[in-house]
């Protein structure tokens, strides 16, 4: 059923007028109507906020970026819709909220990222454009769809032995860990000159005899490699197979912790390799994982029970998109 107060509002000129600032204003339309309520366009730019920024940025001149655009609006506006379901929930169970937990998440707030100092917590506010009190409606608003949240979803949620077992077998790749080695890594480019590269092969042979002779690893990597982890000396830290290039993966895994690569030739570059350390592969096991896998079915039945709810608010409600 249509809402009383909005049976003959035109669908297509519908408009808000919103304050702009201070002394302009500018006319703002309606993205939904969610019962007696509604949505604006300035709700969604507010809720998507920078992410719509950072996608122009990200996509800049891609034919994605309409479409990507549309999306995060899109997921904005099913948000907004949902929190004011939610709202209206609790507002028609005859729903109060003290202020004093409106002021005491605020005083959370202020102590957790200003500092505890309220001043700075004002003054980012207005260089915002908002004021106190709007920003104690945002803080209400959250504290109830919290609440109607761990209301609506009950918290204790039993998984059983035999979900944890399950899960565990049909998703056993998941709890396998691959050998891993802790590499240090040297390399020259090469360049199209063949006088270059014959020079840059000369080098790295100049420093594998270095290395023979017991120069050090790190020492070496930091004066003479070109990749970023010259500053670590060559250090990569631990990292699994797929994590180099095909042609240096055998070379790699080969070695023994201590013993160090002949050179490897690729078609762009010269490679000396260390291992410092080996890790074997491994499988997680069952016990290992259950508190993991738990924790994991209890948040996905979590989100489950809660689209549930969701859709059963939307089922009773009476809802317009634009």
């Given amino acids: 059923m249509i809402p009383q107060a909005f049976r003959l509002l035109p669908w297509f000129a ?14 703002d339309g309606v993205a939904a109507v969610v019962n007696e309520d509604i949505i604006t366009f300035s709700d969604v730019k507010d809720m998507v906020g920078q992410s719509e920024e950072s996608l122009a940025k990200a996509l800049v001149g891609s034919p994605e970026l309409p479409e990507k655009i549309r999306e995060a609006r899109k997921a904005a506006l099913d948000q907004l819709i949902e929190r004011r379901l939610i ?7 005859g729903g109060k909220v003290p ?20 001043g700075v917590f004002i003054r980012t506010l207005e260089a915002l454009g908002m004021n106190l009190e709007t920003f104690k409606e945002r803080v209400k608003e959250k504290i109830i769809v919290r609440y109607m949240q761990n209301h609506e979803v009950s918290n204790e949620i039993l998984i059983s032995p035999y979900k944890i077992e399950k899960y565990y077998r049909e998703h056993l790749d998941a709890f396998k860990e691959g050998e891993k080695i802790k590499l240090r890594m040297l390399y020259i480019k090469k360049s ?14 100049e420093i594998l005899l270095k290395l023979s002779t017991g120069s050090d690893f790190a020492s070496l990597a930091a004066v003479y490699s070109e990749g970023s982890e010259k500053s670590r000396g060559g250090d990569l830290g631990f990292i699994g197979r797929s994590e180099l290039d095909k042609e240096l993966q055998d070379a790699a895994f080969s070695l023994k912790p201590g013993q160090i690569s002949k050179v490897i030739e690729t078609k762009d570059n010269l490679y000396i390799l260390m291992v410092e350390e080996k890790i074997s592969a491994k499988v997680t096991s069952l016990e290992e994982a259950r508190d993991t896998i738990e924790g994991l079915l209890v948040r996905q039945e979590r ?9 059963s608010l939307k089922r009773k409600a009476y809802i317009r998109t634009y």
């Fill in 87 to 93: 709202i209206q929930q609790f507002n028609a169970r």
């Fill in 14 to 27: 519908a408009v808000v007028l919103v304050a702009a600032s201070a002394t302009a204003e500018v006319v």
């Fill in 192 to 205: 199209d000159d063949p006088e270059e590269i014959a020079g840059a092969r000369s080098l790295a042979q």
């Fill in 99 to 118: 202020d004093s937990v409106i002021e005491e998440d605020i005083q959370s707030i202020i102590d957790e990222q200003y500092g505890r100092d309220r």
């Fill in 303 to 311: 989100e489950r029970l809660q689209k549930r709810w969701i859709a």
